[in-house]
């Protein structure tokens, strides 16, 4: 059995391989490929190529199935709708893997559930693979999918191969990642790959309750290894749990990665932002899942004079370059953006990306062959009726349940984004000059500050907290903690995480400045004090004059907010109540405070620098004496 082929045809016998040849494969490819079938038991092989022609044979595929239906009011859009019970991401059931607990989640106080991640032993991850995978592909094709992430060319880029068994992921990542034939060509040379194992599974008794959308809700599980690049998913077919390159890939394995190699793996959006005098300016942003990235990252702003350019709108790979400057490539190919609240009046550019090439996820449908989601009221002609995201009737103002999941999304090719930016594949990545954190909060956080400094930054960073959504699992509208937007998606300890951005500073006399924002402040009658979307041009303003070093800020307990007067709010329809905005009730900053302290006393423990620690003494002192 030396040469590499006669094992592979040994396990492969009687497997017909319908697309592609797997003695072109690398032999580290064959051997990950040859592994898994011997595991999942596929009836049949797929190796993608990413061709059009490939594409449309499996939109046609699904388009038998049931699992998609055609859009004809626009061009080359389909809507999906999956199981009721896969419509989101499953954090409970997501896994890294490590020798040792501490490597993975900070150890927590006595008697205190952690929040920050779970670990799963290396044996246990063993065992639930053994369990789930043995034959769960019988019957099915596997799909041998490589992607990049990043453009195929660029330094910074990342290899994977995806095996699985849905068809809706091969075409889904086909818009998200760069898949396909350059990919394995790529590889021929031994490159390593990340090795990312998803199947929709089949329920243990063996009755799968929807047959165009078949999954295993009961049994779901996401699972890493960092120390072998592997990412195994099981159950869903949802995309952030099944488009493996993105959240299981650019963040948890990409953060371990990051760490090792001394960079920044990040749950942030990119922009580039021109001002009136011309001069352009890119910014990173971090807000939890549906807490406004996409809207932000395509923002049409209200502001004269100013031009947006989106670079990406979910994840950004950073680090400085040799001149101490930060740079940033978004690694994904397309968005896979929230559907509900985009509208020609909040997001007009999103509008015109997405009717065309694009797959819909739980969106609801209407009877001139196109979609509708809340927040399209204005945009469906009278007469139009409406289908629900489970296929049932929906009527306005009579029905009581959303027309589409408040997490259906749309899957769309970034090329066709109107304001892509020019730079958006450099492959040296842009030049990052400010960082933006940010989240849902109703009361007490203005509408923007900026950090002291790079430290007192982290510090924000790691104090974080926004109002559950959509997104994940969580019931209600609860305040939770959410460490630069990563607590889904850390890959390692969040105390390392904390002392790997801690370890930036030293690596440049450059430092973008640090801001935190909050579009969701709420006023006592409930609605929101500012009008966000467009709007937000007026605060990016404000922070784009903050990295000129214009006088415009004043100091405070919390940090630096805009000097009486100096936000611009010229033009602005409708009232805003400024001082309400930017009021910082002492009795909720105290509060806060210390509901911070209580976080990192509980969860973080040991594992807190003392850096952070300090930060947050020098905050509570600065609020005792405000
Ligand atoms: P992402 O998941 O972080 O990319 O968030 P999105 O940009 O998709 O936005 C999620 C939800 O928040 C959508 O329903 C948006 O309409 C809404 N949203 C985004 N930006 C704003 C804003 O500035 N103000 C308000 N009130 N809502 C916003
Ligand atoms: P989002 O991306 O941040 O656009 O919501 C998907 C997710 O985080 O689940
Ligand atoms: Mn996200
Ligand atoms: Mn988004």
Redesign the pocket.
Same mark, same amino acid.
């Given at each position: 059995a030396s040469h590499p082929n006669v094992g592979l045809f040994n396990h492969l016998k009687g497997i017909s391989v319908i697309n592609g040849d797997l003695k072109s494969l690398s032999p580290k490819v064959r051997a990950y490929v040859e592994e898994n079938v011997d595991l999942c038991k596929p009836e049949k092989i797929h190796i993608c190529d990413g061709t059009e022609q490939e594409n449309n044979h499996l939109l046609n595929l699904m388009q038998q199935h049931g699992t998609i239906v055609p859009l004809p009011k626009y061009q080359n859009c389909w809507l999906a709708r999956t199981n009721p019970a896969d419509t989101a991401r499953v954090e409970s059931k997501t896994f890294i893997s490590t020798e040792k607990r501490a490597e993975t989640i900070p150890t927590t106080k006595e008697g205190i559930k952690g929040t920050l991640g779970n670990w799963i032993s290396p044996r246990d991850m063993d065992v639930a693979i053994k369990d789930r995978f043995t034959g769960c592909m019988k019957g099915r094709t596997m799909y041998i999918v490589p992607f990049s992430m990043g453009p195929v060319s660029s330094p910074l880029a990342k290899i994977g191969i995806q095996l699985t068994d849905s068809a809706y992921v091969v075409v889904s990542m086909r818009v998200m990642t760069r898949m396909g034939q350059a990919v394995l060509n790529k590889l021929a040379d031994g490159t390593d790959f990340v090795k990312c194992l998803h199947s929709v599974g089949i329920p243990a008794s063996g009755f799968v309750e929807m047959a165009s959308w078949p999954c295993d809700p009961e049994r779901t599980i996401i699972l890493h290894r960092p120390q072998n690049n592997e990412i195994v998913s099981y159950g869903s077919g949802y995309g952030g749990n099944s488009l493996l390159g993105k959240k299981c890939f650019a963040l948890r394995i990409g953060s371990t990665i990051a760490k090792r190699e001394g960079w920044l793996a990040e749950h942030m959006?990119i922009l580039g932002v021109t001002n009136p005098t011309g001069k352009k300016r890119y910014i990173a942003a971090a807000? &939890?899942?549906?807490?406004?990235?996409? #809207?932000?990252a395509m923002m049409t702003p209200s502001l004269p004079g100013y031009k947006i350019e989106c670079v990406g709108?979910?994840i950004a790979w950073m680090r400085f370059d040799n001149n101490g400057q930060l740079r940033a490539i978004n690694p994904e190919n397309g968005f896979f953006?929230?559907a &509900?609240?985009?509208s020609n009046s909040? #997001?007009p550019i999103a509008m015109k990306t997405i009717f065309k090439n694009t797959i819909f996820t739980n969106v609801a449908s209407t009877s001139d062959g196109g979609v509708f989601w809340e927040?399209m009221e204005d945009e469906v002609d009278d007469g139009v009726k409406i289908t629900d995201w489970r296929g049932k009737p929906w009527v306005k103002g009579e029905s009581n349940t959303p027309a589409a999941h408040p997490n259906s999304r749309f899957c769309t090719p970034a090329k066709q984004c109107p304001i892509i930016d020019p730079q958006w594949e450099a492959p040296e990545g842009v030049p990052i000059s400010a960082i933006l954190f940010g989240g849902r909060r109703p009361t007490g956080v203005p509408l923007v500050y900026e950090a002291r400094d790079w430290k007192h930054g982290v510090l924000i960073g790691a104090g974080m907290r926004s109002e559950a959504t959509a997104?994940a699992e969580h019931k209600g509208k609860v305040i939770m903690h959410d460490p630069f937007a990563m607590r889904p998606f850390f890959g390692y300890n969040f105390g390392d995480y904390l002392e790997h951005w801690l370890s930036m500073e030293k690596k440049s006399t450059n430092l973008p400045k640090i801001f935190h924002v909050n579009?969701?402040r709420k006023g006592s009658d409930g609605k929101?004090l500012?009008p966000?979307?467009g709007e937000?041009s007026r605060v990016l303003d404000w922070i784009l004059r903050r990295l000129d070093n214009e006088e415009c800020a004043r100091d405070t307990a919390i940090g630096l907010i805009p000097k009486a007067e100096s936000l611009n709010l010229e033009g602005l329809e409708g009232k805003v109540n400024v001082e309400e905005l930017f009021n910082l009730p002492k009795t909720f900053w105290m509060e806060e405070a210390y509901a911070i302290e209580k976080y990192f006393n509980e969860q973080v423990g040991m594992d807190l620098p003392l850096i952070i620690d300090q930060e947050l003494k020098k905050l509570k002192k600065r609020l005792i004496f405000s």
């Open positions: 959006l807000f &939890p899942s549906a807490c406004g990235k996409t #809207n932000l709108d979910d953006g929230v &509900p609240g985009t909040s #997001n927040g997104a579009w969701f929101f500012w966000g979307f937000n």
